[in-house]
């Protein structure tokens, strides 16, 4: 809820205080300069303006409210919104596309893992905050194998053999369940990863390879590691599996 418009005299840009979420007890609203309302508006610890709107949130998505179809995070998300949301997203079946842009905590994922089990309305799964590690792919992967997410995009993080291997794992798993139920169903979309690890390439040891199978296994149609530093048998790998697959 920002309010921007430009000033007359010198093209500065203003913030107009009603459009803030500031208010003096009188109900009327201070008369700050565009740097203090800035910085009043960045001390908020909430992802979102003040502290109810994360309630607002998840109230409408317990009550399956038709509007909130996705939820697109770019503000801070500290720990206490985090479990909120994800606890939240058990219980709907209206929320489609979760986008975070911000990290994760630890109990974050685990709670986000547990939401995406139950959860079977979520299609697109898109994280990034630099938070995800081998520890935190470990824990999402749990809830990835019961999902129903048809794309997921993990478009920072920093993983190499744990990581890709429980995130294979969880893929592969999935699609026999799916193939145990409806045949030939695939409910795998896509999938974008890039890999923030300091330079270090990915070697086809580092379970790369398991990945490459589960993505085949599971006919995913987009892969997208276009972020990653794979070495050269990394890339053969990709190439004649997929080769080999058509």
């Known amino acids: 809820r920002w309010g921007v418009t430009l000033d007359d005299y010198k093209d500065a840009l203003l913030i107009k205080p009603e459009c803030m979420d500031i208010q003096n007890e009188d109900g009327t609203y201070p008369d700050l300069p565009p740097m203090a309302q800035y910085q009043s508006q960045q001390a908020k610890k909430n992802a979102w303006s003040v502290e109810s709107q994360a309630e607002k949130w998840c109230k409408a998505l317990n009550e ?11 503000r801070p ?6 479990l909120k949301v994800f606890r ?3 219980h ?18 685990k709670q986000l893992a547990d939401g995406l089990k139950v959860n079977k309305s979520l299609k697109t799964l898109k994280l990034g905050g630099e938070s995800l ?30 990581g890709l291997q429980k995130l294979a794992s ?15 169903k695939n409910t795998l979309t896509s999938l974008k990863l890039r890999d923030v690890g300091n330079g270090k390439k990915i070697e086809i040891t580092d379970g790369f390879s398991d990945l490459i199978e589960a993505l085949i296994f599971c006919n995913v149609k987009s892969v997208d590691f276009s972020g990653m530093k794979l ?15 058509s």
């Open 170 to 184: 969880a893929l592969y798993h999935r699609q026999e369940k799916i193939d145990d139920v409806d045949g030939d």
């Open 77 to 82: 998300f500290p720990e206490e919104d985090q």
């Open 64 to 74: 399956n409210d038709e509007k909130y179809k996705m939820l697109c995070v770019i």
């Open 92 to 109: 709907t079946n209206i929320l489609e596309d979760f986008i975070c842009s911000k990290p994760l905590t630890k109990n974050g994922f």
């Open 88 to 90: 939240a997203m058990k």
């Open 231 to 245: 070495s050269t048998s990394c890339c053969e790998k990709l190439s004649s599996l997929y080769s080999h697959h």
């Open 133 to 162: 590690d081998d520890e935190m792919m470990e824990i999402l992967a749990k809830g990835v194998e019961e999902s129903s997410v048809e794309h997921f995009d993990f478009s920072t993080g920093e993983f190499h053999k744990t």
